[in-house]
Protein backbone atom coordinates (compact mmCIF):
# COMPACT_ATOMS: atom_id res chain seq x y z
CA UNK A 1 0.00 0.00 0.00
CA UNK A 2 2.83 2.13 1.19
CA UNK A 3 4.86 1.27 -2.16
CA UNK A 4 1.76 2.17 -4.25
CA UNK A 5 0.97 5.79 -2.61
CA UNK A 6 4.89 6.10 -2.82
CA UNK A 7 5.00 5.23 -6.71
CA UNK A 8 2.22 7.37 -7.49
CA UNK A 9 3.58 10.44 -5.56
CA UNK A 10 7.07 9.70 -7.20
CA UNK A 11 4.74 9.91 -10.84
CA UNK A 12 3.00 12.44 -9.89
CA UNK A 13 6.11 14.10 -8.71
CA UNK A 14 7.79 13.34 -12.58
CA UNK A 15 4.64 14.86 -14.35
CA UNK A 16 4.95 18.31 -12.76
CA UNK A 17 8.80 17.94 -13.73
CA UNK A 18 7.64 17.31 -16.92
CA UNK A 19 4.97 20.39 -17.05
CA UNK A 20 7.75 22.55 -15.51
CA UNK A 21 10.14 21.88 -18.53
CA UNK A 22 7.75 22.31 -21.08
CA UNK A 23 6.83 25.59 -19.18
CA UNK A 24 10.56 27.10 -18.82
CA UNK A 25 11.91 24.97 -21.94
CA UNK A 26 11.01 27.30 -25.20
CA UNK A 27 12.65 26.23 -28.64
CA UNK A 28 12.74 29.27 -31.88
CA UNK A 29 11.25 28.44 -34.82
CA UNK A 30 13.47 29.09 -37.99
CA UNK A 31 10.66 31.96 -39.38
CA UNK A 32 10.54 34.05 -35.80
CA UNK A 33 12.71 35.53 -32.86
CA UNK A 34 12.11 34.77 -29.15
CA UNK A 35 12.23 38.28 -27.26
CA UNK A 36 12.93 37.47 -23.71
CA UNK A 37 12.82 39.83 -21.08
CA UNK A 38 12.56 40.30 -17.14
CA UNK A 39 16.26 40.10 -16.52
CA UNK A 40 19.35 41.43 -17.29
CA UNK A 41 21.10 39.56 -20.44
CA UNK A 42 23.90 40.34 -22.72
CA UNK A 43 23.40 39.30 -26.08
CA UNK A 44 26.92 39.22 -28.72
CA UNK A 45 26.44 42.53 -31.27
CA UNK A 46 24.09 44.40 -29.14
CA UNK A 47 24.79 47.10 -25.97
CA UNK A 48 25.26 45.44 -22.73
CA UNK A 49 22.33 45.68 -20.52
CA UNK A 50 19.72 46.64 -22.86
CA UNK A 51 17.11 44.65 -20.97
CA UNK A 52 16.40 41.67 -22.73
CA UNK A 53 17.37 38.51 -24.57
CA UNK A 54 16.87 37.46 -28.29
CA UNK A 55 17.00 33.70 -29.56
CA UNK A 56 16.71 32.40 -32.73
CA UNK A 57 16.89 29.15 -34.61
CA UNK A 58 17.55 27.39 -30.58
CA UNK A 59 16.12 26.31 -27.23
CA UNK A 60 16.37 28.19 -24.59
CA UNK A 61 15.39 28.46 -20.41
CA UNK A 62 12.90 30.86 -19.33
CA UNK A 63 11.96 31.12 -15.65
CA UNK A 64 8.06 31.60 -15.32
CA UNK A 65 7.30 34.31 -13.60
CA UNK A 66 10.56 35.77 -13.88
CA UNK A 67 11.20 36.22 -17.70
CA UNK A 68 8.71 37.37 -20.34
CA UNK A 69 8.85 35.34 -23.73
CA UNK A 70 7.55 36.90 -26.65
CA UNK A 71 7.22 36.12 -30.39
CA UNK A 72 8.69 38.16 -33.20
CA UNK A 73 7.78 36.75 -36.93
CA UNK A 74 10.57 37.13 -39.59
CA UNK A 75 8.14 36.17 -41.95
CA UNK A 76 7.76 38.11 -45.22
CA UNK A 77 5.63 40.55 -45.87
CA UNK A 78 4.40 43.17 -48.40
CA UNK A 79 2.26 46.06 -49.38
CA UNK A 80 1.24 47.79 -52.03
CA UNK A 81 2.20 51.20 -53.25
CA UNK A 82 -0.56 53.49 -54.51
CA UNK A 83 0.90 57.03 -54.95
CA UNK A 84 0.08 59.86 -56.54
CA UNK A 85 2.97 62.04 -57.75
CA UNK A 86 3.64 64.76 -59.82
CA UNK A 87 6.76 65.02 -62.10
CA UNK A 88 9.41 67.45 -62.83
CA UNK A 89 7.37 68.73 -65.87
CA UNK A 90 3.84 68.85 -63.55
CA UNK A 91 2.34 66.02 -65.06
CA UNK A 92 0.04 63.96 -62.44
CA UNK A 93 0.61 60.15 -62.42
CA UNK A 94 -0.14 57.21 -60.10
CA UNK A 95 2.48 54.95 -59.23
CA UNK A 96 1.45 51.37 -58.36
CA UNK A 97 3.65 48.84 -57.08
CA UNK A 98 4.46 46.48 -54.40
CA UNK A 99 7.17 46.16 -51.39
CA UNK A 100 8.48 42.59 -49.97
CA UNK A 101 10.26 43.47 -46.55
CA UNK A 102 11.45 41.51 -43.50
CA UNK A 103 12.55 41.36 -40.19
CA UNK A 104 16.59 41.71 -40.63
CA UNK A 105 18.27 38.75 -39.01
CA UNK A 106 21.07 40.45 -37.39
CA UNK A 107 20.34 41.23 -33.48
CA UNK A 108 20.20 44.98 -34.23
CA UNK A 109 17.80 44.84 -36.73
CA UNK A 110 15.55 41.95 -34.82
CA UNK A 111 15.97 44.63 -31.56
CA UNK A 112 14.94 47.71 -33.81
CA UNK A 113 12.19 45.78 -35.05
CA UNK A 114 11.19 44.33 -31.16
CA UNK A 115 11.52 47.76 -29.88
CA UNK A 116 9.12 49.34 -32.67
CA UNK A 117 6.50 46.32 -33.92
CA UNK A 118 6.68 44.12 -31.07
CA UNK A 119 2.62 44.94 -29.84
CA UNK A 120 2.01 45.89 -33.50
CA UNK A 121 2.71 43.85 -35.96
CA UNK A 122 -0.09 44.02 -37.95
CA UNK A 123 0.73 47.53 -38.76
CA UNK A 124 4.49 47.30 -40.01
CA UNK A 125 3.05 46.92 -43.29
CA UNK A 126 1.22 50.30 -43.13
CA UNK A 127 4.34 52.50 -41.74
CA UNK A 128 6.18 50.81 -44.46
CA UNK A 129 3.92 52.24 -46.84
CA UNK A 130 4.06 55.82 -45.79
CA UNK A 131 7.97 55.47 -45.89
CA UNK A 132 8.08 54.12 -48.91
CA UNK A 133 5.04 56.76 -50.49
CA UNK A 134 6.65 59.75 -49.27
CA UNK A 135 10.27 58.88 -50.88
CA UNK A 136 8.30 57.67 -53.81
CA UNK A 137 6.62 61.18 -54.41
CA UNK A 138 10.11 63.29 -53.67
CA UNK A 139 12.06 60.83 -56.29
CA UNK A 140 9.11 61.15 -58.73
CA UNK A 141 9.04 64.85 -58.48
CA UNK A 142 13.03 65.25 -59.82
CA UNK A 143 12.35 62.78 -62.63
CA UNK A 144 10.42 63.31 -66.27
CA UNK A 145 7.84 60.98 -67.68
CA UNK A 146 10.00 59.86 -70.27
CA UNK A 147 12.89 58.59 -67.51
CA UNK A 148 10.13 56.87 -65.39
CA UNK A 149 9.00 54.90 -68.65
CA UNK A 150 12.49 54.28 -70.24
CA UNK A 151 14.44 53.32 -66.99
CA UNK A 152 12.50 52.14 -64.40
CA UNK A 153 15.21 50.48 -62.74
CA UNK A 154 16.92 53.79 -62.22
CA UNK A 155 13.54 54.56 -60.18
CA UNK A 156 13.67 51.82 -58.22
CA UNK A 157 17.10 52.14 -57.39
CA UNK A 158 16.83 55.41 -55.86
CA UNK A 159 13.76 55.05 -54.28
CA UNK A 160 15.57 51.90 -51.93
CA UNK A 161 18.40 53.69 -51.81
CA UNK A 162 16.58 56.51 -50.40
CA UNK A 163 14.30 54.39 -47.88
CA UNK A 164 17.56 52.19 -46.72
CA UNK A 165 18.27 54.58 -43.79
CA UNK A 166 14.75 54.68 -42.23
CA UNK A 167 14.52 51.07 -42.90
CA UNK A 168 17.09 49.85 -41.25
CA UNK A 169 16.10 52.05 -38.29
CA UNK A 170 13.16 49.90 -38.20
CA UNK A 171 15.00 47.12 -38.40
CA UNK A 172 13.48 45.68 -41.46
CA UNK A 173 14.86 45.07 -44.93
CA UNK A 174 13.78 45.21 -48.52
CA UNK A 175 13.44 41.91 -50.49
CA UNK A 176 12.08 43.14 -53.47
CA UNK A 177 10.35 46.33 -54.68
CA UNK A 178 8.54 46.34 -57.81
CA UNK A 179 7.08 49.21 -60.39
CA UNK A 180 4.04 47.84 -61.98
CA UNK A 181 2.28 49.88 -62.79
CA UNK A 182 2.34 53.97 -64.09
CA UNK A 183 -1.22 55.46 -64.87
CA UNK A 184 -1.58 58.55 -66.49
CA UNK A 185 -4.84 60.58 -66.04
CA UNK A 186 -3.61 63.31 -68.44
CA UNK A 187 -2.88 60.88 -71.62
CA UNK A 188 0.21 62.31 -71.64
CA UNK A 189 2.11 58.95 -72.19
CA UNK A 190 -0.50 58.27 -74.68
CA UNK A 191 0.74 61.01 -77.00
CA UNK A 192 3.74 60.05 -76.49
CA UNK A 193 3.94 57.05 -77.79
CA UNK A 194 1.03 58.17 -80.92
CA UNK A 195 4.25 59.17 -82.68
CA UNK A 196 6.22 55.51 -82.78
CA UNK A 197 2.38 54.37 -83.32
CA UNK A 198 2.08 55.84 -86.27
CA UNK A 199 5.95 55.35 -87.23
CA UNK A 200 5.30 51.31 -86.40
CA UNK A 201 1.70 51.70 -88.44
CA UNK A 202 3.29 53.79 -90.89
CA UNK A 203 6.59 51.10 -91.59
CA UNK A 204 4.03 48.01 -91.90
CA UNK A 205 2.22 50.08 -94.82
CA UNK A 206 5.51 50.40 -96.44
CA UNK A 207 6.16 46.50 -95.62
CA UNK A 208 2.87 45.41 -96.76
CA UNK A 209 3.35 47.77 -99.99
CA UNK A 210 6.78 46.58 -100.56
CA UNK A 211 5.39 42.85 -100.39
CA UNK A 212 2.47 43.59 -102.21
CA UNK A 213 4.93 44.69 -104.45
CA UNK A 214 7.47 41.92 -104.49
CA UNK A 215 4.58 39.51 -104.95
CA UNK A 216 3.08 41.47 -108.11
CA UNK A 217 6.43 41.42 -109.80
CA UNK A 218 7.00 37.51 -109.03
CA UNK A 219 3.73 36.89 -110.40
CA UNK A 220 4.56 39.06 -113.78
CA UNK A 221 7.75 37.22 -113.78
CA UNK A 222 6.11 34.12 -113.39
CA UNK A 223 3.60 34.90 -116.33
CA UNK A 224 7.11 36.53 -118.11
CA UNK A 225 8.49 32.91 -117.72
CA UNK A 226 5.53 30.78 -118.79
CA UNK A 227 5.09 33.28 -122.13
CA UNK A 228 9.04 32.37 -122.73
CA UNK A 229 8.86 28.95 -122.11
CA UNK A 230 5.80 29.18 -124.91
CA UNK A 231 7.69 30.86 -127.34
CA UNK A 232 10.39 28.63 -126.96
CA UNK A 233 8.25 25.84 -127.59
CA UNK A 234 6.90 27.15 -130.14
CA UNK A 235 9.91 28.12 -131.73
CA UNK A 236 11.71 24.61 -131.22
CA UNK A 237 8.49 22.91 -132.91
CA UNK A 238 9.08 25.39 -135.89
CA UNK A 239 12.56 24.94 -136.22
CA UNK A 240 12.12 20.90 -135.92
CA UNK A 241 9.60 21.66 -138.45
CA UNK A 242 12.01 23.27 -141.12
CA UNK A 243 14.45 20.79 -140.58
CA UNK A 244 11.54 18.17 -141.82
CA UNK A 245 10.92 20.54 -144.36
CA UNK A 246 14.43 20.97 -145.25
CA UNK A 247 15.13 16.96 -145.01
CA UNK A 248 11.69 16.59 -147.76
CA UNK A 249 13.82 19.21 -149.98
CA UNK A 250 16.95 17.71 -149.75
CA UNK A 251 15.50 14.50 -150.51
CA UNK A 252 13.48 15.81 -153.18
CA UNK A 253 17.19 17.53 -154.65
CA UNK A 254 19.09 14.39 -154.08
CA UNK A 255 19.12 13.42 -157.83
CA UNK A 256 20.12 17.13 -158.98
CA UNK A 257 22.62 18.15 -155.92
CA UNK A 258 24.66 14.68 -157.01
CA UNK A 259 24.86 15.90 -160.89
CA UNK A 260 25.63 19.02 -159.64
CA UNK A 261 28.47 17.70 -157.43
CA UNK A 262 30.06 15.99 -160.41
CA UNK A 263 29.96 18.96 -162.36
CA UNK A 264 31.64 21.13 -159.58
CA UNK A 265 34.28 18.21 -158.53
CA UNK A 266 34.93 18.61 -162.60
CA UNK A 267 35.46 22.25 -162.12
CA UNK A 268 37.84 22.32 -159.44
CA UNK A 269 40.14 20.12 -160.40
CA UNK A 270 40.12 22.09 -163.75
CA UNK A 271 40.66 25.07 -161.66
CA UNK A 272 43.61 23.75 -159.78
CA UNK A 273 45.30 22.61 -163.38
CA UNK A 274 45.21 26.54 -163.99
CA UNK A 275 46.63 27.53 -160.93
CA UNK A 276 49.49 25.59 -161.09
CA UNK A 277 50.59 26.28 -164.59
CA UNK A 278 50.27 30.08 -163.32
CA UNK A 279 52.51 29.54 -160.45
CA UNK A 280 55.20 27.79 -162.97
CA UNK A 281 54.61 31.18 -164.97
CA UNK A 282 55.33 33.50 -162.20
CA UNK A 283 58.94 31.57 -161.13
CA UNK A 284 59.49 31.32 -164.18
CA UNK A 285 59.16 35.22 -164.52
CA UNK A 286 60.99 35.83 -160.76
CA UNK A 287 63.54 34.06 -162.07
CA UNK A 288 64.27 35.29 -165.61
CA UNK A 289 63.00 39.30 -165.02
CA UNK A 290 62.58 40.17 -161.19
CA UNK A 291 65.81 38.92 -159.59
CA UNK A 292 68.12 40.88 -162.42
CA UNK A 293 65.99 44.27 -161.89
CA UNK A 294 66.24 43.34 -157.94
CA UNK A 295 69.89 43.50 -158.26
CA UNK A 296 70.31 46.65 -160.79
CA UNK A 297 67.84 48.58 -158.21
CA UNK A 298 70.07 47.23 -155.08
CA UNK A 299 73.45 48.71 -156.66
CA UNK A 300 72.01 52.17 -157.65
CA UNK A 301 70.00 52.61 -154.36
CA UNK A 302 73.17 51.95 -152.52
CA UNK A 303 75.20 54.43 -154.90
CA UNK A 304 72.53 57.22 -154.19
CA UNK A 305 73.09 56.21 -150.60
CA UNK A 306 77.07 57.02 -150.24
CA UNK A 307 76.18 60.13 -151.78
CA UNK A 308 73.59 60.95 -149.72
CA UNK A 309 76.02 60.55 -146.44
CA UNK A 310 78.67 62.04 -148.10
CA UNK A 311 76.63 65.38 -148.80
CA UNK A 312 75.46 65.14 -145.49
CA UNK A 313 78.77 64.61 -143.94
CA UNK A 314 80.08 67.57 -145.96
CA UNK A 315 76.87 69.75 -145.15
CA UNK A 316 77.73 68.91 -141.28
CA UNK A 317 80.54 69.74 -141.77
CA UNK A 318 80.00 73.46 -142.73
CA UNK A 319 76.91 73.72 -139.92
CA UNK A 320 79.83 72.93 -137.28
CA UNK A 321 81.95 75.49 -138.82
CA UNK A 322 79.11 78.64 -139.34
CA UNK A 323 78.23 77.51 -135.44
CA UNK A 324 81.60 78.35 -134.29
CA UNK A 325 82.03 81.60 -136.32
CA UNK A 326 78.55 82.74 -134.75
CA UNK A 327 79.72 81.80 -131.37
CA UNK A 328 82.55 84.14 -131.59
CA UNK A 329 80.80 86.78 -133.56
CA UNK A 330 78.00 86.80 -130.52
CA UNK A 331 81.06 86.69 -127.63
CA UNK A 332 82.84 89.52 -129.45
CA UNK A 333 79.28 91.13 -130.19
CA UNK A 334 78.17 90.73 -126.57
CA UNK A 335 81.31 92.13 -125.16
CA UNK A 336 81.07 95.58 -127.22
CA UNK A 337 77.63 95.95 -126.09
CA UNK A 338 78.95 95.66 -122.31
CA UNK A 339 81.89 98.18 -122.83
CA UNK A 340 78.55 100.06 -124.78
CA UNK A 341 76.02 99.62 -121.66
CA UNK A 342 79.02 101.18 -119.02
CA UNK A 343 79.71 104.21 -121.28
CA UNK A 344 75.86 104.24 -121.53
CA UNK A 345 75.66 104.24 -117.98
CA UNK A 346 78.31 106.63 -116.90
CA UNK A 347 76.98 109.27 -119.18
CA UNK A 348 73.71 108.78 -118.37
CA UNK A 349 74.79 109.29 -114.50
CA UNK A 350 76.75 112.26 -115.41
CA UNK A 351 73.84 113.96 -117.83
CA UNK A 352 71.62 112.89 -114.61
CA UNK A 353 73.92 114.96 -112.50
CA UNK A 354 73.84 117.74 -114.67
CA UNK A 355 70.11 117.92 -115.22
CA UNK A 356 69.58 117.66 -111.12
CA UNK A 357 72.10 121.13 -110.89
CA UNK A 358 70.18 122.81 -113.51
CA UNK A 359 67.00 121.90 -112.07
CA UNK A 360 68.29 123.05 -108.88
CA UNK A 361 69.45 126.04 -110.31
CA UNK A 362 66.23 126.87 -111.87
CA UNK A 363 64.25 126.03 -108.90
CA UNK A 364 65.72 128.33 -106.80
CA UNK A 365 65.86 131.65 -109.64
CA UNK A 366 61.97 130.72 -110.08
CA UNK A 367 61.89 130.63 -106.20
CA UNK A 368 63.97 134.08 -105.78
CA UNK A 369 61.52 135.41 -108.96
CA UNK A 370 58.30 134.68 -106.61
CA UNK A 371 59.51 136.24 -103.74
CA UNK A 372 60.63 139.45 -105.83
CA UNK A 373 57.69 139.29 -107.17
CA UNK A 374 55.21 138.54 -104.38
CA UNK A 375 57.01 141.46 -102.57
CA UNK A 376 56.98 144.06 -105.48
CA UNK A 377 52.89 142.94 -105.05
CA UNK A 378 52.75 143.61 -101.45
CA UNK A 379 54.48 146.87 -101.83
CA UNK A 380 52.05 147.92 -104.45
CA UNK A 381 49.31 146.73 -102.35
CA UNK A 382 50.03 148.70 -99.56
CA UNK A 383 51.27 151.62 -101.40
CA UNK A 384 47.33 151.39 -103.10
CA UNK A 385 45.88 150.72 -99.25
CA UNK A 386 47.69 153.94 -98.42
CA UNK A 387 46.60 156.42 -100.91
CA UNK A 388 43.06 155.08 -100.43
CA UNK A 389 43.56 155.64 -96.81
CA UNK A 390 44.60 159.08 -97.76
CA UNK A 391 41.99 159.55 -99.81
CA UNK A 392 39.35 158.17 -97.57
CA UNK A 393 41.16 160.70 -94.47
CA UNK A 394 41.03 163.96 -96.89
CA UNK A 395 37.44 163.10 -98.18
CA UNK A 396 36.76 162.79 -94.43
CA UNK A 397 38.18 166.44 -93.60
CA UNK A 398 37.59 168.30 -96.67
CA UNK A 399 35.21 166.69 -99.39
CA UNK A 400 34.71 169.90 -101.63
CA UNK A 401 38.27 170.09 -102.03
CA UNK A 402 38.24 166.43 -102.94
CA UNK A 403 35.33 166.50 -105.19
CA UNK A 404 36.96 169.32 -107.05
CA UNK A 405 40.17 167.93 -107.54
CA UNK A 406 38.28 165.01 -108.95
CA UNK A 407 35.82 167.42 -111.61
CA UNK A 408 39.30 169.37 -112.51
CA UNK A 409 41.32 166.35 -113.62
CA UNK A 410 37.84 164.66 -114.99
CA UNK A 411 37.10 168.45 -116.61
CA UNK A 412 38.04 167.88 -120.40
CA UNK A 413 35.94 164.47 -120.64
CA UNK A 414 32.82 166.36 -118.74
CA UNK A 415 32.57 169.17 -121.22
CA UNK A 416 33.28 166.24 -123.97
CA UNK A 417 30.25 165.06 -123.11
CA UNK A 418 28.24 167.91 -122.82
CA UNK A 419 29.22 169.14 -126.05
CA UNK A 420 28.55 165.90 -127.42
CA UNK A 421 24.53 167.58 -127.75
CA UNK A 422 25.56 169.22 -130.45
CA UNK A 423 27.63 166.76 -132.36
CA UNK A 424 24.41 165.30 -134.85
CA UNK A 425 23.31 169.02 -135.34
CA UNK A 426 23.19 169.47 -139.04
CA UNK A 427 21.64 172.93 -139.45
CA UNK A 428 20.86 175.02 -135.89
CA UNK A 429 18.93 178.13 -136.15
CA UNK A 430 19.38 181.34 -133.60
CA UNK A 431 16.22 183.41 -132.77
CA UNK A 432 18.80 186.37 -131.21
CA UNK A 433 21.26 186.06 -133.33
CA UNK A 434 24.86 186.31 -131.65
CA UNK A 435 23.65 186.80 -128.20
CA UNK A 436 21.81 183.16 -128.46
CA UNK A 437 25.41 181.63 -129.78
CA UNK A 438 27.17 182.75 -126.61
CA UNK A 439 24.31 182.15 -124.36
CA UNK A 440 24.66 178.46 -126.17
CA UNK A 441 28.54 178.19 -125.43
CA UNK A 442 28.32 179.58 -121.57
CA UNK A 443 25.54 176.69 -121.09
CA UNK A 444 27.92 174.36 -122.97
CA UNK A 445 31.01 175.79 -120.94
CA UNK A 446 29.21 176.00 -117.25
CA UNK A 447 28.18 171.86 -117.14
CA UNK A 448 31.33 171.58 -115.01
CA UNK A 449 30.02 174.48 -112.66
CA UNK A 450 26.45 172.61 -112.69
CA UNK A 451 28.23 169.02 -112.28
CA UNK A 452 30.29 170.77 -108.92
CA UNK A 453 26.86 171.90 -107.44
CA UNK A 454 25.39 168.40 -107.77
CA UNK A 455 28.31 166.88 -106.18
CA UNK A 456 28.19 169.38 -103.11
CA UNK A 457 24.34 168.86 -102.59
CA UNK A 458 25.30 164.76 -102.45
CA UNK A 459 28.25 165.51 -100.09
CA UNK A 460 25.93 167.98 -98.44
CA UNK A 461 22.68 164.94 -98.59
CA UNK A 462 25.45 161.80 -97.02
CA UNK A 463 23.86 160.33 -93.71
CA UNK A 464 26.34 160.42 -90.56
CA UNK A 465 27.29 156.70 -91.82
CA UNK A 466 28.41 158.21 -95.00
CA UNK A 467 25.78 156.20 -97.37
CA UNK A 468 23.81 158.76 -99.81
CA UNK A 469 20.18 158.65 -99.99
CA UNK A 470 18.19 156.62 -102.25
CA UNK A 471 17.14 159.78 -104.62
CA UNK A 472 20.40 160.65 -105.06
CA UNK A 473 21.23 157.08 -107.22
CA UNK A 474 20.52 159.57 -110.28
CA UNK A 475 23.49 160.99 -110.65
CA UNK A 476 25.27 158.07 -111.64
CA UNK A 477 23.58 159.71 -115.21
CA UNK A 478 24.31 162.94 -114.55
CA UNK A 479 26.22 163.32 -117.81
CA UNK A 480 23.63 161.65 -119.90
CA UNK A 481 20.62 163.97 -118.21
CA UNK A 482 22.74 167.33 -118.39
CA UNK A 483 22.23 166.98 -122.40
CA UNK A 484 19.22 166.14 -122.62
CA UNK A 485 18.14 168.93 -120.57
CA UNK A 486 20.13 171.14 -122.90
CA UNK A 487 18.77 169.56 -125.44
Same mark, same amino acid.
Not at 473 to 485: E, F, I, R, T
Given at each position: ??VG??????V?????????????????????????????????????? /????????????????V????????D????E??????T??????K??????????????????A?????D????????V??????H?????????????I?DR?????????????? /?????????????????????Y?Q?L?????????????I??????????E????S??R??????D???????????R??A??? !??Q???????????????????? !??????????????????????????????????????????????????????????R?K???????????????A??????????????????????????A???????????????A??????????????????????????S?F???????L?????????M?????? /??????????Q?? !???????????E????????????MD??
Amino acid at each position: MVVGVVAGAAVAAVLVLIGLFKLMWRVAEPNEALIISGSKHRTEGLEEG /MGFRIVTGRDTLVLPGVQAVRKLSLDLNETELQVDCVTHQGIPLKVRGVVIFKVGDDFVSIANAARRFLDQQKLMSERVHNVFAGHLRSIVGGLTVEDMIRDREKLTGQTRAACGTE /MEKLGLIVDSLQIHEIEDPTGYIQNLAMPHAAAVQRDARIAQAEANRLATEAEQQSFARMAEATRDSEILQAGYQAERDKAAAK !ARQAGPLAEAGARQEVVVQETRV !AELEAHRREQQLQADVRKPADAAAYEKRTLAEADRDARISAAEARAKETELAAAAEATRVKTAAGAEAEATTARGTAAAQATRATGEAEAAAAQARGLAEAEAARAKGLAAAEAIKARAAALAENQEAVVAQQLAENWPEIVKAGASAFGNVDNMVLLNGADGMAEMFTKALT /MGGTGLGLARQLL !ASMDRNGQPPKETSAVNGLAQKVPMDDK
